[in-house]
């Protein structure tokens, strides 16, 4: 019973907002801008403007015509770019596949490197290496995305020359999907922009796992192995890591939704072909169907994700079931 | 005990680590360069006339090739780099001191009437301030920039750029002084001094303003250091993607948005020194900021 109220409410939470995110893409689509002005021809005469108005369903009153644009998008229809004159949905397709590649490395880069270094600070705070840790991480949090991604191009693509600094290199197609992955020359143009949109995530990683491990570390059971003589790299690995490392996936689950919108500044800076820099070109021409489209696909992601580990975290843990009942 | 310690003197007292001190040293001589880059820049980086192409693309002074007029070299388009750093410095500070001061008003008034009203007020305001928080501030700052723009004409969109802005990193920012004050306000909301006042029918805007106000004030100042070093990265983020500063007027960041284009020609100074007076900048502001935390405020204190 208990877990079917939290399921609802959280439900019921998720479908809030997407209305009001919903809302605010479509008052962006309806008033910012005259659809009109940009859809008629040149010299239009009023009658033909008012035409297309009423074909429209402009002359509608706000709330009807809301509930038109909620029937649209639900069919997947999104509007055609002002700037290129294609369906939006269309767009967003092509370049999701760059951004969720983009994604995907990242993703697995800080936590490749992030998981270590933070144990590391955290099985000894005091050492030279975690204290340097700790500072650079400080630096990290401090240095915009944009320019670690000039520095490392000025180093190895610029000075070195082993990189290749802008687009995706050769991709394949597999189906409605193009992939970086299968080709040399797709993979070496993943590894910049990959590195620069793992960084800012990797402080968060070191730094939850850091302080996720000292509390474990604390608990009685890890005091109790150790009693017992177990060695210490069973406890450190087996017994600590384990626990500490659930609050670590939740998070980094959490963050994709930021990754893919903290990818538009990576994608600038590289020319990386996916759906941020459709949206930062977007923004720069004022091309509001576009920018509707990305509210709405981000905000339905975030919430998506948001809504899933809620639920997900209800039912794992019994206490937070009954804290929200 | 106490009384007959020598009177400690002021750094003491204030007991900072060395770090810590270097740091507000460093934030506080970067604020006075640029508030006094009108003096202290040695050429106007304003002045259109000023700037000979031929002097363009000058690297700094002191490598090989360097010419001595300009410390730092010059731009694409022969304006001297330190000149155009220190007013970007100024035009950044200004912009993000300005987003704190906005969001800081705002959240401080809406975190008041939540916390002092409670109920349906209360949970419209925290329903916005959620679904605002589950979007991440570049995304947002993206949304406001990209609207102005288009209700905006062209030049207009220039002229405005430093107040669109503003509103565009104030947006997101409030949020976390609505939630820090609302809090503060319902414990201060429950006392006695409170009730005497509402008892004595005193109004409400002077018991919020007058009364409770002053008691939540210093988490406040704390969240406005660390937002300070967030809104100016946000702002470099922004004028980086071209949505930001015009180059006619440029910040810290569309001078690294100008100096990336002739990174890959191999001149790095023109998008190097600007970003790492922007990253000096916001590393002092954030590591006093972080020690402002954990000194001033237990409660707000992240485990680390």
């Known amino acids: 019973m208990h877990m079917l109220k939290v399921l609802l409410s959280r439900l019921g939470q998720a479908a809030l907002v997407m209305l009001v995110v919903s809302a605010v893409s479509f008052l962006m689509f309806r008033f910012v801008g005259d659809p009109v002005a940009t859809m008629s021809r040149e010299n239009a005469t009023v009658e033909e403007k008012a035409e297309l108005r009423r074909s429209l369903g402009l002359d509608q009153p706000v709330v009807v015509q809301y509930g038109r644009f909620l029937a649209r998008t639900l069919s997947g229809d999104l509007g055609i770019s002002y700037r290129n004159q294609r369906p939006v949905t269309q767009l967003i397709a092509e370049r999701l596949p760059a951004t969720l590649e983009l994604v995907i490395v990242a993703t697995v880069l800080s936590l490749a490197l992030g998981i270590p270094l933070g144990v590391l600070c955290a099985l000894k705070p005091n050492g030279i290496a975690a204290r340097l840790v700790q500072a650079l991480s400080l630096v990290g949090i401090s240095t915009p995305t944009f320019v670690t991604g000039i520095v490392l191009i000025l180093v190895f693509a610029v000075s070195l020359g082993w990189l290749p600094s802008f687009g995706r290199g050769q991709v394949v197609d597999l189906g409605w999907w193009s992939t970086g992955f299968l080709t040399a020359s797709g993979l070496k143009s993943l590894l910049l922009p990959g590195i620069t949109l793992a960084l800012y995530q990797l402080t968060l990683i070191m730094r939850l796992v850091r302080a996720e491990m000292i509390d474990v570390l604390s608990s009685d059971y890890i005091r109790f192995a150790k009693a017992r003589g177990l060695p210490s790299r069973y406890i450190h690995f087996r017994l600590a890591l384990r626990n500490a490392l659930m609050p670590v996936i939740t998070v980094t689950g959490l963050q994709i939704g930021s990754l893919i919108a903290f990818a538009i500044v990576t994608e600038t800076v590289f020319q990386w072909p996916g759906m941020g820099l459709l949206f930062i070109q977007a923004v720069s021409f004022a091309d509001i169907p576009v920018m509707a489209a990305y509210l709405l696909f981000v905000g339905l992601l975030f919430v998506l994700i948001n809504t899933v580990v809620d639920i997900l975290y209800a039912v794992v843990d019994p206490r937070l079931r009954a804290r929200s009942a | ?304």
């Open chain 2, 1 to 304: 005990m106490k009384t007959l310690a020598p009177s400690p003197g002021l750094i003491t007292r204030i007991g900072a680590p060395i770090s810590v001190m270097v740091a507000a040293v460093l934030a506080l001589a970067i604020v006075a360069c640029a508030l006094l880059a009108a003096w202290i820049a040695p050429y106007d980086p304003t002045d259109l006339a000023s700037f000979e192409l031929i002097n363009a693309e000058l690297p700094p002074a002191f490598t090989a090739d360097g010419d001595a007029r300009f410390l730092l070299g010059t731009d694409n388009q022969g304006r001297d780099l330190l000149s155009a750093m220190l007013y970007g410095a100024r035009v950044s500070i200004a912009i993000g001191g300005g987003a704190v001061i906005m969001a800081a008003t705002l959240g401080v008034i809406l975190g008041l009437i939540a916390g002092y009203y409670g109920g349906r007020v209360d949970a419209v305001i925290m329903r916005v301030a959620d679904v605002i928080l589950s979007f991440p501030t570049i995304l947002l700052a993206l949304l406001v920039s990209g609207v102005a723009r288009a209700i905006f004409p062209g030049a207009a969109t220039a002229e405005w750029a430093p107040l669109i802005l503003i509103c565009a990193i104030a947006i997101h920012e409030w949020v976390q002084y609505a939630r820090t004050v609302r809090a503060a306000t319902m414990v201060e909301t429950a006392k006695d001094y409170v009730r005497a006042g509402k008892v004595i029918g005193l109004p409400s805007r002077r018991i919020m303003l007058r009364h409770i106000l002053p008691n939540v004030m210093s988490p406040v100042l704390v969240i406005s250091t660390i937002n300070l070093a967030a809104a100016v990265l946000t702002e470099a983020t922004l004028s980086f993607l071209g949505v930001g500063m015009p180059p006619t007027y440029p910040s810290l960041g569309t001078l690294i948005r100008i100096g990336n284009e002739f990174v890959f020609s191999g001149i790095w100074w023109i998008a190097l020194f600007p970003a790492l007076a922007l990253v000096i900048l916001v590393l002092a502001v954030n590591i006093v900021g972080d020690w402002l935390r954990d000194r001033f405020n237990p409660k707000l204190r992240v485990k680390r």
